[in-house]
C-alpha cells in the first residue's frame, strides 16, 4: 500500500505584471495558508518519505513550507519540472516513476502542483468526482499498490480532502 498526498500550491501573487507565471511568489494569503494546512497535517502525524514538487516559485514554497511543519529536510526535496501545468496523464506517468523504498512497503508521498492537471488526476486516480481542488487543498488517498510503477487510475481511495478555507 502506498500513500499519497496531492497538494495544489497555496494561493500565488499577481503583483508584477511582468513576472512570468512560472516565477510567482505566494501572496500574503498563501503564505498563511501554507503552514495552517501543514499544521493540520501534523496533527494527523502525518510524515512523509518523499516530497517532490514542480519547480515553479509558488509549488516549490508551498512545499517548502509543508516540509518545515513536517520535519522534512528541505535538501531533500525532489523537484520535476514535468509537474509544472501537467495534465493527468504526465501525474500518472511521474508517479508511476518513483523508486520504491527498500525499507518500506507503505510509503508516504507528497506531490505538489498546480490545476487543473491535479484535480483531473485527483478524479482519475481515485474514481472521485471533485469539482476543485482549490490553492492549499490537500487530498489524502491510500493507493492499493505495492510498487509505485503499478499505479494506474481507479487504484486509489480517498482518505480526506480538505482546504484551507474548510473549518
Known sequence: MKILYIVRHAKSSWDDPELSDFDRPLNERGKKSAPRMAKRLKEKRVTPDVMLSSPAERALATCKEFARILGFPEDKIKTDRRLYHADEDQLLKVIQELKDSPRDSEEVVFLFGHNPGLTEFTNSLLKEDLENIPTCGVVAATL?????????????????FDYPKRN
Open 144 to 160: 492499493q499498490i505495492n510498487h509505485w510503477k503499478d499505479a494506474r487510475f481507479g487504484c486509489g481511495e480517498m482518505e480526506f
